[in-house]
């Protein structure tokens, strides 16, 4: 039987994006890119995006390899931000990492995190919080434009 | 006085060992974590504590009582450890904060005044980066050149590529006793012996060797030992360097200090004899006491014992979890010591660290510091349960239960 702490992050939702990932592709020509490396678990993640003129996220893709948690928060995560203006996905952004830190309950708090929620197990596994967060970080340093990132 | 020889046996270590019987989320608590760091006995513990309660002082300095009694124990601790892997004289044992410290005392000491432009040094690619990042230092200072001995898909060194490796060049081979990551056990006398053959000193790492069995350095002929304490049911941050006396009294002190001097004036040191030549400030005297103390104990359970019960160990975790469908072992060497690293079809080892403490049982999930290692192999990480002692079968089967329920979350 599974324990009750497994199945709050290893959700159906979750084991769903990892098998089948969604926006799985290299994205070329794109406008922002990064990629983004997680020392300690060998995670590595590229994230590619194009904005339009009126600053909304046509495509976003990511490409690379890693544990469940983190290949599945990169899926859901360009699912969402895919036709959101950047300043509604930098306000995901700060609000999702807010949530995997602990420091935002989505339950009291949802702000825009919606299905991200499910991510919210990862504050009780502080070896893990770095898998949810990597795909965003690397976002974040696409927009920004850094090439590289890592969770070091 | 019952003889404590008789007393101690395989079957009922375990009960030494009290961190064994506590719960970890919920269930009983299964550590097979044992190569990263091993668990402390009873013994050791209070060895550490009568030190601190009874006679805490500095050492080699004070006249007072204390300060007697705290370096006849920090002696006594350097001879339990001579007596463990059969040094000539108890000067050859240096005390060091663990592994890592001892190669970069030799990096450091020996490497710095030994190896010029130009000059080689063996390692292999099993080496853990404790035994890669000191001589790349010393080779990116030295402009010296580090060779690579391969490893075989079963985990093996490729001995004859090392043959052809040696050169007139060569300055030094350093090897890993045990690989971390796969239990390989390396055939280190021959290695010796080969290296010797062109007058070419050896280091052998020996962190992963010296609770698990016997090591006699004068029989292996290395010129360098290094192994850790809390590798070996003793604590952290102590460790030891064996070097042969003709090496050691040859090579510069690398850390200046309080104990490590004759004298001292603003114009000229004259340095201690060994082996305190190297042991620079207060060294870590409860730790020398509790790592003598852990040596007393593995020579007092015997390694007959110890081999028999991991042999067993490694054995039914290799038959138990090679029948997991979608599990492959990492490091099926013949000589092997009771680690088992593995991989599991479509399920990131992280993944399944996470599930299996879940379940109370704690592994390793990484590189563990053995990322050419994994290079090599074509991974990023592996799952590895590595086995002491004090372990049982039916704790394999708890890791096995533990790791199809995972498989289960996944399919």
Redesign the interface.
């Known amino acids: 039987m599974m324990d009750s702490k497994t199945s709050e992050i290893y959700k159906q939702v979750v084991l769903d994006h990892n098998k089948t990932p969604r926006n799985y592709r290299i994205l070329d020509p794109a406008m922002y890119e990064a990629a983004g490396h997680n020392p300690l678990c060998g995670d590595r993640y590229h994230v590619y995006l194009n904005v339009d003129d009126s600053g909304i996220i046509t495509d976003i893709t990511f490409s690379g390899d890693g544990c469940a948690i983190s290949k599945a928060s990169a899926s859901m995560m360009t699912s969402m931000l895919k036709g959101k203006t950047v300043t509604e996905a930098e306000k995901m952004f700060h609000q999702f990492h807010e949530m995997a830190q602990g420091k935002r309950d989505p339950e009291t708090d949802p702000g825009d995190l919606g299905r991200l929620k499910v991510f919210a197990g990862v504050r009780n596994l502080p070896a893990r919080v770095k898998c949810a967060t990597l795909s965003w970080h690397t976002f974040h340093a696409a927009l920004k434009g850094e090439k590289k990132v890592t969770t070091e | 006085m019952p003889d404590v020889k008789q007393q101690l046996t395989a079957a009922r270590c375990r009960d030494d060992f009290p961190i064994l019987n506590r719960h970890v989320?919920g269930k009983p608590l299964v550590y097979l974590d044992n190569a990263a760091s091993s668990q402390m006995p009873l013994q050791v513990m209070e060895a550490y504590r009568d030190y601190h309660s009874r006679y805490h002082a500095n050492v080699h300095r004070g006249v007072h009582q204390l300060s007697q009694q705290a370096t006849d124990a920090m002696e006594a601790g350097r001879e339990s450890l001579r007596r463990l892997i059969n040094a000539a004289d108890a000067k050859e044992v240096i005390f060091t904060s663990g592994t890592t410290d001892a190669i970069n005392l030799v990096m450091q000491s020996w490497g710095r005044t030994q190896v010029a432009p130009g000059d080689e040094i063996i390692l292999s690619t099993m080496e853990h980066h404790s035994n890669i990042v000191p001589w790349r230092m010393l080779c990116d200072e030295k402009k010296a050149v580090l060779k690579v001995i391969p490893v075989t898909d079963d985990g093996e060194l490729d001995l004859e590529a090392y043959e052809s490796l040696l050169s007139p060049r060569t300055r030094l081979v350093s090897i890993v006793h045990v690989s971390n990551t796969l239990g390989t056990v390396n055939p280190v006398k021959q290695i010796t012996r080969m290296a010797h053959a062109r007058g070419v000193p050896v280091l052998v790492d020996g962190a992963q060797a010296v609770s698990h069995m016997p090591v006699d350095v004068q029989d292996l002929g290395c010129d360098f030992y290094a192994a850790s304490g809390h590798k070996m049911f003793g604590p952290t941050g102590i460790g030891l360097l064996y070097g042969k006396k003709e090496h050691l009294e040859k090579m510069p002190p690398w850390r200046g200090g309080g104990d490590m001097i004759l004298s001292v004036s603003f114009d000229e040191i004259l340095y201690n004899e060994l082996p305190y030549k190297f042991e620079a400030g207060t060294p870590h005297i409860a730790g020398a006491i509790g790592m003598g103390k852990a040596a007393e104990y593995l020579m007092t359970l015997g390694y007959e014992e110890i081999q028999k019960q991991e042999k067993d160990l490694l054995d039914y975790a290799t038959q138990q979890l090679t029948a997991v469908d979608g599990v492959r072992i990492i490091g099926t060497a013949r000589e092997k010591s009771a680690v088992v690293s593995f991989v599991v079809d479509g399920?990131?080892?992280?993944?399944i660290g996470?599930?299996l403490d879940?379940?109370g049982v704690a592994v390793r999930t990484?590189?563990h510091c053995t990322q050419p290692l994994?290079e090599r192999y074509g991974l990023?990480?592996t799952t590895r349960a590595s086995m002491a002692v004090y372990n049982r079968r039916e704790e394999i089967d708890l890791l096995v239960h533990a790791l199809r329920?995972a498989i289960?979350?996944?399919r």
């Open positions: 989320h399920i990131h080892p992280h993944d996470t599930i879940f379940e990484g590189h994994m990023t990480a329920e289960k979350v996944f």
